[in-house]
């Protein structure tokens, strides 16, 4: 993904508040003392750089073993980013303060390169834990008794390794997992186009068997399997759409499947042609207005087949009953909201609904109004009357990843909000007799930020060149500061992506600049997912254009607000956010400063040496290329340096050689400006010490061409062409 998202930069999405009593957590409070006077931007902060990256973990992947045991995903930026299977366990030996011990093996790192962004990279099975080893790509299962992992995937002749998996799926008899493959072997033709992606099988037995279940598409995903395995369902699309543009969902029979003792079933039937279709696009790759995405399939116990589809211009759940060959499906939640999650596509593994024991169906959307998660339960039938729930049942304020635990019943869920830390939560609300507020069993952080250090978001709407637009808008926030001036600095913030979306989790990144006396400003521009097809279409095309529009707009309206200084607007983001900085800075006059990280300068260059999954995302953004290389030319801040008149901030990793150009067109035009390299970093910042570095060099950046006194924690470092 071109995003700063937690796919890149885990430890930036730390949740930093209150924690269950028994973890330890300690509080980071403010005076009680009458509030001190002093100039906004100037207020130190106990949420340091520091605090970010060492008080707490990533917490994603959430599941349920058949015992009924939890379990989820640990990002721990202390490890260089390591993530590791734990499973909870309070007051068992080495549980750590989230009450978890770990369930894969020290040396492990639990990621998988499948579409380069991964997800999936972990499933639960009664054997133990199955995983990809990030190092070597391959698969193996750390034993539920404990020993030594096995290995059950081939080792590669090629040290970047020849198979990568993801997206497992165990087989009903328990002896094989259904997952995507993406082949890497060398060929003649090194292009991405080159790297082939199928549906297989894999043997637990060790033997290393794999069987070609679905072969001939670009892509697939999210490959799942009737309860009584015997018919598959999977997600596929062409180039150059994208998994949010137009997919199409599939379903075939299985026979028997590869094992040490036979070959299995004939792979000619694994022709993706010759699968029915259920639902989504007739043509692939059309990138048409009456494209169709099709996400998250998954079969309820019944055998009836769920997913989500665009087809009325919102991702709404749809089911299929198994008679006629799932043909007939019917929207089972007609609303003009996108349910599935914050960003469908991006990452494997993300599902927004969950099927309860006793044949219910929970499905979770974001009120956009709100910025509030909302949880919609109905019967496993046609026509569901369904019932809703929310904060006010006593639900986290944001939540997703469902799941239902076999041991008590409860409800598992990941979950926070703009005040709290996020973590597993239980709720016992569906439970006959159950009700009362959700209990978060294992927090992210292990310490805790007092309320009057907290900004909380408000959303907000302003009118933008090709329509409404959104966002939220966090105020400063420090009780033991105020400010005799009239508006405070502003700093506006462009998600990557650029089709992905803010959130209005704790982040305590934000809150980093509002405790410190800045106004932020997290703006979903024309693009973003959360607000349906039509919103999201507007990128179309229009990269470098609506974006960069909308961020202006959002700033502008701000200002006509009284909420910001137009002195004092900034403008920062990471990797397609970074791109939408540099274009605003370059094609616009708003901002009067602004830093990118790892963010793209030259389109061009983006198109021509990407990764498969990205190798054509371009196409529906900007242009076909190099048939449009003029536009992409056009587009590219690189080519624009010349409109520049701002100061200007580049963090990037050690590799990018954009960059170094772009400092020193930058530099020869005699503008303030910095470029920081971070060794050992690549599309995403993920040692502690460099997000920490990141972070506190942006402060004394905007600081110092604010002509604010930095606060304390600020890393002073030379800006080239500054006056002293």
Avoid at 357 to 377: E, N, P
Avoid at 490 to 496: D, I, P, Q, R, T
Avoid at 507 to 525: E, M
Wanted: proline share 7%; hydrophobic share 35%.
């Amino acid at each position: 993904m071109l995003t700063l998202a937690a796919v890149m930069a885990p430890s930036l999405r730390l949740g930093t508040a209150r924690a269950a009593s028994n973890q330890g957590a300690a509080r980071m409070s403010s005076s009680a003392a009458a509030p001190t006077s002093a100039p906004y931007g100037a207020w130190p902060s106990a949420v340091t750089a520091k605090f970010i990256t060492t008080s707490g973990v990533r917490i994603g992947g959430l599941g349920c073993d058949d015992s009924g045991s939890v379990y989820w995903l640990e990002g721990r930026p202390q490890e260089g980013g390591r993530q590791v299977v734990v499973k909870y366990a309070p007051g068992a030996e080495g549980a750590s303060e989230r009450g978890a011990v770990d369930a894969t093996p020290k040396d492990a790192n639990v990621r998988t390169r499948v579409h380069e962004y991964g997800g999936g990279a972990h499933l639960l099975t009664p054997k133990g834990v199955v995983y990809s080893d990030f190092k070597s790509q391959r698969l193996f299962l750390a034993p539920a008794g404990g020993g030594d992992a096995v290995c059950l995937t081939p080792e590669s002749a090629w040290p970047d390794g020849q198979y990568r998996f993801a997206d497992a799926r165990l087989t009903p008899d328990g002896r094989h997992l259904v997952c995507v493959r993406e082949d890497h072997s060398p060929t003649a033709d090194a292009k991405p186009s080159a790297v082939l992606n199928e549906v297989v099988s894999v043997a637990l037995d060790g033997s290393g068997a794999m069987t070609v279940l679905a072969t001939g598409a670009d892509f697939y995903a999210a490959p799942r399997l009737s309860p009584d395995g015997r018919t598959l369902a999977y997600i596929t699309w062409e180039h150059p759409s994208m998994p949010w543009d137009a997919t199409t969902l599939r379903v075939r029979p299985l026979g028997p499947l590869a094992t040490a003792e036979g070959a299995g079933e004939d792979e000619t039937a694994a022709s993706t042609a010759g699968h029915a279709r259920v639902a989504g696009a007739d043509a692939e790759g059309c990138m048409s207005d009456g494209d169709i995405s099709v996400q998250q399939p998954a079969f309820s116990p019944s055998g009836a087949l769920y997913f989500i589809s665009d087809e009325s211009g919102f991702w709404n759940l749809y089911r299929a009953p198994p008679d006629g060959g799932y043909a007939s499906a019917v929207n089972v939640l007609p609303r003009p909201t996108d349910f599935g999650g914050g960003s469908p596509g991006w990452q494997f593994g993300q599902q927004g609904f969950a099927f309860l024991q006793d044949g219910r169906v929970v499905a979770t959307y974001v009120d956009r109004g709100s910025g509030q998660s909302r949880l919609v339960l109905l019967d496993d039938v046609a026509a569901p009357t369904p019932s809703e729930f929310g904060s006010e049942e006593g639900l986290p304020f944001f939540f997703g990843s469902l799941v239902e635990s076999s041991d008590d019943g409860a409800l598992y869920m990941l979950g926070g909000s703009p005040q709290r830390a996020s973590g597993v939560y239980r709720w016992s609300g569906l439970l006959p007799g159950g009700g009362g507020a959700a209990e978060m069993i294992a927090c992210s952080s292990s310490s805790e930020i007092d309320e009057s250090l907290v900004s909380v978001p408000r959303p907000v709407e302003f009118p933008a060149p090709m329509g409404t637009s959104y966002g939220y808008y966090y105020p400063p926030r420090n009780d033991a500061f105020t400010s005799d001036e009239a508006a405070p600095p502003l700093l506006v913030k462009a998600h990557g992506g650029p089709t992905a979306a803010t959130s209005t989790a704790f982040n305590p990144a934000i809150q980093f600049w509002t405790s410190r006396g800045f106004a932020v400003l997290d703006v979903d521009y024309g693009g973003s997912m959360g607000y349906g097809r039509d919103y999201r279409r507007r990128l179309r095309g229009n990269w470098g254009v609506c974006d960069i529009d909308d961020v202006c707009a959002g700033a502008q309206h701000l200002v006509a607000e009284g909420l910001a200084d137009p002195k004092r607007l900034a403008i920062d983001g990471g990797s397609a956010g970074g791109y939408t900085t540099l274009g605003a800075l370059a094609f616009k006059d708003i901002f009067t400063a602004g830093c990118s990280l790892y963010g793209v300068a030259d389109l061009g260059c983006l198109a021509g040496d990407t990764h498969k999954f990205e190798s054509r995302y371009l196409d529906g953004l900007v242009g076909k290329y190099p048939e449009d290389k003029q536009l992409y030319d056009e587009r590219a801040p690189i080519n624009a340096v010349d409109s520049l008149s701002c100061p200007v901030l580049l963090l990037q990793g050690d590799e990018d050689k954009i960059a170094e150009l772009m400092h020193a067109a930058l530099l020869k035009k005699g503008l303030p400006c910095a470029l920081k390299m971070y060794q050992g970093e690549q599309h995403g910042f993920r040692k502690a010490e460099n997000i920490e570095d990141a972070l506190n060099s942006e402060l004394f950046f905007f600081s110092r061409v604010f002509g604010i006194e930095p606060t304390p924690d600020a890393a002073p470092f030379d800006i080239d062409n500054m006056p002293a």
